[in-house]
């Protein structure tokens, strides 16, 4: 019955969106934590270490929640530790360090392209590679429409040169490219595994992974205060929750099905940053407008069958 619940159309989209605003929050909730820890825009190091402790809570809040929830305390079993380190790597420290090393060295709007083509990267590798699924025109189609709506609202908000390089777009493309290959090993590995457990030590070992490499770089974090805790908890959260809820959606659901939602996270990020950061011109204009019906009509597509 609960298995069923998880496919239907309704119960799809309302928890995609979930994870999609909690996502989308990430992005405004960076740059703000970034002030309050008073870490510099070329301070990579600190970045990284500051990811690595987010993650690191938030492995630790997914299975304390997680334990509450089932009422037993979620522990890994003897065949959970390879999925568990093989997601750690990929999902969090190979992802979260090319993309900070990757950011520093580009900008933003370059950024945000490339890292939305992770939705397209998940349905290739989850038809192709894994053979999860059939790669259609509809699915190609939804993820060519979807991704044509992040580029506009990234556009509005810049211009773009074609300038690249491997330190920069490069370390972007794989840090994509690493979150891609997690959505098909979640799919993988949650089939035995529950989707908590391996969310939450999979974080806890990253995080602290993520967390050895800032210190090791020379990062450092200050300045902690009560907002800057309550930030950094939110973040955790962020992560706890949304991750969690995605596992447990691409367990019940074909990845294409749930992957193209990701479309929404820069959309929701750029909304969310008129509101938190006052950056209105990208958000409140036609580009916006345009932007989110590309997206949703992109979803659209993808999730179009005789039978939802």
């Known amino acids: 019955m609960k298995e069923k619940i998880l496919t239907k159309a309704p119960v799809v989209c309302l928890l995609t969106f979930i994870c999609c605003f909690l996502w989308g929050s990430a992005f405004p909730c960076i740059k703000i934590g970034y002030r309050l820890f ?14 690595g402790i987010r993650f690191t809570l938030a492995g630790i809040l997914t299975l304390l929640i997680g334990s509450i929830a089932s009422r037993k305390i979620l522990r890994p079993g003897k065949d959970s530790l390879k999925p568990i380190a ?8 190979i992802q979260y360090f090319f993309f900070y090393i990757g950011l520093a060295h580009t900008t933003g709007v ?15 590798i989850a038809s192709l590679i894994f053979r999860y699924e059939t790669l259609t025109v509809r699915k190609v189609l939804g993820c060519l ?44 590995y949650s089939q ?5 457990v391996l969310s939450g030590c999979q974080f806890l070992l990253g995080g602290l992974i993520l967390s050895l490499c800032g210190a090791f ?16 908890i939110y973040m955790a959260l962020i992560s706890a929750v949304a ?7 691409l367990k019940h659901n ?42 949703c009509v992109g979803i659209y597509i993808v999730n179009r069958q005789k039978k939802l």
Do not use: C
């Open 254 to 295: 074909p990845v294409s099905r749930i992957s193209i939602f990701g479309f929404m996270n820069p959309v929701i990020g750029v909304l969310l940053s008129a509101v938190l950061l006052n950056e209105k011109n990208q958000a409140f204009s036609i580009y916006g407008l345009i932007s989110l019906v590309l997206v």
């Open 38 to 51: 008073q870490i510099s825009s070329g301070d990579t190091a600190s970045q990284i270490l500051f990811a």
């Open 243 to 249: 991750y969690s809820l995605w596992g447990i959606l």
């Open 86 to 93: 093989v997601l750690s790597m990929v999902q969090t420290v």
């Open 192 to 196: 035995h595994e529950n989707p908590v």
């Open 110 to 124: 370059k950024s945000s392209i490339i890292e939305a083509s992770s939705s397209f990267f998940a349905i290739l």
């Open 145 to 188: 429409i979807g991704f044509a709506g992040v580029v506009v609202i990234n556009l509005a908000g810049g211009s773009m040169d074609l300038n690249l390089s491997l330190n920069g777009e490069g370390f972007i493309l794989l840090s994509t490219i690493s979150y891609a290959f997690s959505s098909a090993l979640i799919k993988k």
């Open 217 to 232: 770089m020379g990062g450092r974090l200050t300045a902690f205060t009560p907002a800057s805790v309550l930030l950094l």
